[in-house]
């Protein structure tokens, strides 16, 4: 019996531990990378997150230029986060990186597809459940955001949904999850690229 009770405790240690952290892969790179940059001839994926790169000075930094606090299985500070990075020969076109975010039917997995110099140039939702999901899924939704940095979102208020970049539209729970996965996505990779590109190399 205390075997039995020692194993369960070892089985439960092990299933906390795994489910604390909960990264956001592309299901199929090799297809999901040709489709948005044809002219790739190869890609590197790099995994970084917050506590090796900063821990709790980093997580706060984070919270503050998001303007919103960190909750929940998917934004534990030692979350994985996977950052594609995407070549032309030797030649970095650009880069792809996803998280996820609670939404009102379940998780959210928002994937930016951005330029070398961190414009956003495709957008592109790898999983959602909503009412609204077909018309959030068009390519008219995803257009909104094509063109859009970290500059157009810093004055994003995700906690009181103030501050909404010019051109975006939507008034669904959903729509301002999206949002704040948005301005999340911009800042990490603010942080794990475009301020320091040689992390994701």
């Not at 020969?89 to 996820?100: M, P, Q, S, T, W």
């Not at 495709?122 to 859009?148: D, H």
Request: proline share 3%; charged share 25%; net charge positive.
């Amino acid at each position: 019996m205390k075997k039995l009770f020692l194993v369960l405790l070892f089985i439960l240690g092990l299933y906390g531990n795994v489910s604390a952290a909960v990264g956001c892969d592309l299901n199929d790179p090799d297809r999901d990378v040709k489709r948005f940059f044809p002219a790739s001839t190869g890609y590197k994926t790099a995994y970084l997150s917050i506590d090796k790169l900063g821990r709790a000075e980093l997580l706060q930094k984070v919270e503050t230029r998001l303007g919103d606090k960190f909750t929940g299985l998917y934004e534990t500070s030692d979350v994985p986060y996977t950052v594609y990075t995407i070549f032309k020969d030797k030649e970095i076109i650009g880069y792809i990186h996803g998280i996820n975010q609670k939404g009102q039917y379940g998780g959210l997995q928002v994937f930016l597809i951005y330029d070398p110099q961190g414009k956003i140039t495709n957008f592109y939702y790898q999983k959602l459940t909503n009412k609204e999901a077909q018309k959030m899924r068009s390519p008219e939704f995803a257009a909104q955001f094509k063109g859009l940095s970290l500059a157009d979102f810093q004055g994003y208020d995700p906690a009181a949904r103030t501050g909404i970049p010019k051109g975006l539209k939507g008034e669904s729970a959903d729509f301002f999850a999206t949002l704040r996965a948005v301005k999340k996505n911009l800042i990490l990779m603010d942080i794990f690229v475009f301020s320091n590109k040689e992390l994701a190399r």
